[in-house]
C-alpha cells in the first residue's frame, strides 16, 4: 500500500469522526481479516448483506426469477435459438453499461451515452460505404470542424496527461486523414476514437469548467440527435449489413472447434490465476479467501458457461436442412472487454483511486489523487465503451438508422448498471453488475416478445425493476451508515 493509499484511509477515518459517513476504508485497498474456510467465508458475506452490502445478490434473483416466469410462460424461451438470441440482444447494454459503471462509481451520470454511441456509427457507416473519403461523405466545413474537434480533445488529453486517450485519439486523426478508414477494421477504430474524443470533451466540461455532468450531457444527447438526423435523414438509415467483417460481429458465429478452445484457454488461464495467487497468500502467510473457496468458484464458473458453450455450439437453425451453431463472436467481445475492466478496477492502482474518489472526494484529493483527472478519464472510458457499443448495435440492426441510441439506451445502460448492484451515489459497484443488469434488461423485452405482450408491458416491468433497484441501494446505504 503507498503511503498516499494510507493516507487516504487515515482521513476517511478522521471524516467519520467529524460526522460524515464515507465509503473508504482500508478493506478498499486490501483483506483485513481473511476467512479460513468456506463457512466461514458464507457467515462473512451474511454479515456484509446485514450490514447493507447487498452487491449484486438482488440482480442474481432477479435473473433467476425472471427465468422461471417466463420458461414457465413459453418453454421456447430456453430454447438454443433463443438463448443465443437473447445473449446479443444483451451484448450492447452490457457493453454501454461497463461503460456506465465507471461514471457511476464517481457519483456522475451520463445521459448522452446512447447518441453518442450513434454519432461513433455513423462515422463508421459513412467511411465504410465513402470508401474512407470522410470529407465528402460529411462535406468540407463539418470535416474539418470534425479533425478540429479530435486536435482540442488530443489537447486536453495532453493537459492531463492521459496517454492512452491521446494515443487513439492520435491515430483516430492519422487514419481518418489517410483515408485508411475504409477498411472495417480501421473504420470501427474510428468510430471508438470517435467516443473517445467525445468522452474527453465531456470530461473537461465537467472536470475542469464544473458544469454538472447531469447538464451536460443532457445537452450533447439533444445534439448529438441532431447530428444523426443531419446525416441520415428522418426515416433512412447508412447500411453496414453488406461489410462482413462488421456484420459478423453480431450475426456471425464462431466455428465450434474454437468456440471449445477458447472457453478451454479462458478457463485454464482464470483458474491458474486465481488459485496461483490464493496459494502465494498463503505462503506468505498473507490474508485472502480460503483456497477451497477458490476452487469452488472456478469449478462453478467452468461449469456454467461450460454448459452455455454447449448449448450455443448444438444447431439451432429452425430449418433441418441448415446449420447455425457456434458461439456468436459479439460474446467473447463482451467477455474480454469484462476482463479488461474488471483487472482494470480490482488490480490497478487506477482502480482504487476511482473507488477511493467516488468514495469520499475530499479524503481522496488531500491523499493527493488528482481527482480532476480521475474524473475526465471515466468519462473517457464511458464515451469510448459508447463507441464499441455503437460498432455492435450498428451489426445487430444491418445499419445506422437516424434514432440510432436515441430512445431509450443511455438510460437502460446506467439502469442497467443500478439494476447490476452499482450504487447511484457513488462508490460502490463492479464491473459484474453491467454484465447481470444487461441480462435483466434484455431477458424482460425476450421473454414478453414470446408471449406476444407489446412494448407498453416491457417499459412498465424495466421501470419497476429499476425502481426496486434504486430503492435497494438507498436502503443499502442508509443501513450501512447506521452500522457505523
Known amino acids: 500500500m503507498t503511503e498516499s493509499e494510507k493516507e487516504l484511509i487515515n482521513a476517511g477515518s478522521s471524516n467519520a469522526t467529524a460526522g460524515s459517513a464515507p ?3 482500508a478493506s478498499d485497498f486490501a483483506n483485513d481479516v481473511g476467512a479460513k474456510n468456506i463457512g466461514e467465508a458464507f457467515r462473512n458475506y451474511q454479515q456484509k448483506v446485514r450490514g447493507g452490502d447487498v452487491g449484486a445478490l438482488p440482480a442474481v434473483i432477479g435473473v433467476l426469477v425472471l427465468v422461471a416466469i417466463f420458461y414457465t410462460a413459453n418453454n421456447l424461451f ?14 450492447p447494454y452490457a457493453i454501454l453499461a461497463m461503460g456506465t459503471i465507471f ?3 464517481l457519483g456522475e451520470i451520463d445521459l448522452s451515452i ?3 454511441s450513434g454519432v461513433a456509427a455513423v462515422t463508421m457507416a459513412l467511411s465504410l460505404n465513402h470508401k474512407g473519403d470522410l470529407n465528402a461523405a460529411l462535406g468540407t466545413t463539418t470535416y474539418v470542424v470534425l479533425l478540429a474537434f479530435f486536435v482540442l480533445s488530443a489537447a486536453i488529453t495532453v493537459m492531463y496527461r492521459l496517454w492512452i486517450p491521446l494515443a487513439i485519439i492520435v491515430a483516430g486523426i492519422i487514419v481518418i486523414v489517410t483515408k485508411l478508414d475504409q477498411y472495417q477494421l480501421l473504420a470501427m477504430f474510428v468510430a471508438i476514437a470517435v467516443g473517445v474524443a467525445i468522452g474527453t470533451f465531456i470530461g473537461f466540461l465537467v472536470a475542469h469548467v464544473g458544469i454538472p455532468s447531469f447538464i451536460v450531457t443532457l445537452a450533447l444527447f439533444l ?4 447530428v444523426l438526423l443531419k446525416f441520415i435523414g428522418a426515416s433512412n438509415a447508412i447500411p453496414t449489413r453488406n461489410f462482413d467483417l462488421v456484420n459478423n460481429i453480431e450475426n456471425g458465429n464462431m466455428s465450434i472447434g474454437l468456440s471449445w478452445t477458447l472457453w478451454f484457454l479462458s478457463m485454464a488461464i482464470y483458474a491458474a490465476f486465481t488459485i496461483g495467487r490464493s496459494l502465494q497468500k498463503r505462503k506468505r502467510n498473507l490474508t485472502g479467501e480460503p483456497l477451497d473457496l477458490v476452487i469452488l468458484r472456478a469449478a462453478l464458473i467452468a461449469v456454467t458457461t461450460g454448459l452455455a458453450v454447449y448449448v450455443l455450439n448444438q444447431n439451432r437453425a429452425r430449418s433441418v ?5 457456434g458461439v456468436p463472436w459479439v460474446i467473447p467481445i463482451v467477455a474480454a472487454v469484462f476482463v479488461l475492466w474488471t483487472l482494470v478496477t480490482t488490480k490497478t492502482r487506477y482502480g482504487r483511486y476511482i473507488y477511493a474518489t467516488g468514495g469520499n472526494t475530499e479524503a481522496a484529493r488531500r491523499a493527493g489523487i488528482d481527482v480532476r483527472r480521475i474524473r475526465l478519464s471515466v468519462f473517457i472510458i464511458a464515451s469510448g465503451m459508447a463507441g464499441l457499443a455503437g460498432i455492435i448495435g450498428a451489426s445487430k440492426q444491418g445499419g445506422v438508422p437516424s434514432d440510432f441510441g436515441a430512445h431509450t439506451d443511455q438510460l437502460y445502460a446506467v439502469g442497467a448498471a443500478v439494476i447490476g448492484g ?12 453491467g454484465i447481470i443488469g444487461a441480462l435483466v434488461i434484455a431477458m424482460i423485452p425476450n421473454g414478453l416478445g414470446l408471449k406476444g405482450l407489446g412494448p407498453e408491458y416491457e417499459y412498465m416491468i424495466t421501470g419497476g425493476f429499476l425502481l426496486l433497484a434504486a430503492s435497494v441501494d438507498a436502503l443499502s446505504r442508509k443501513r450501512a451508515t447506521a452500522a457505523k
Do not use: Y
Open 23 to 25: 465509503t473508504v476504508a
Open 78 to 91: 430456453l430454447s438454443k435459438a433463443n438463448f443465443a438470441n437473447f445473449l446479443t440482444q444483451a451484448a
Open 103 to 105: 461514471v457511476l462509481l
Open 114 to 116: 446512447g447518441t453518442a
Open 223 to 226: 445534439a448529438f440527435q441532431g
Open 321 to 325: 436442412f441448415a446449420t447455425l451453431e
Open 422 to 433: 452499482t450504487s447511484l451515489f457513488g462508490g460502490r459497484g463492479k464491473i459484474r453488475d
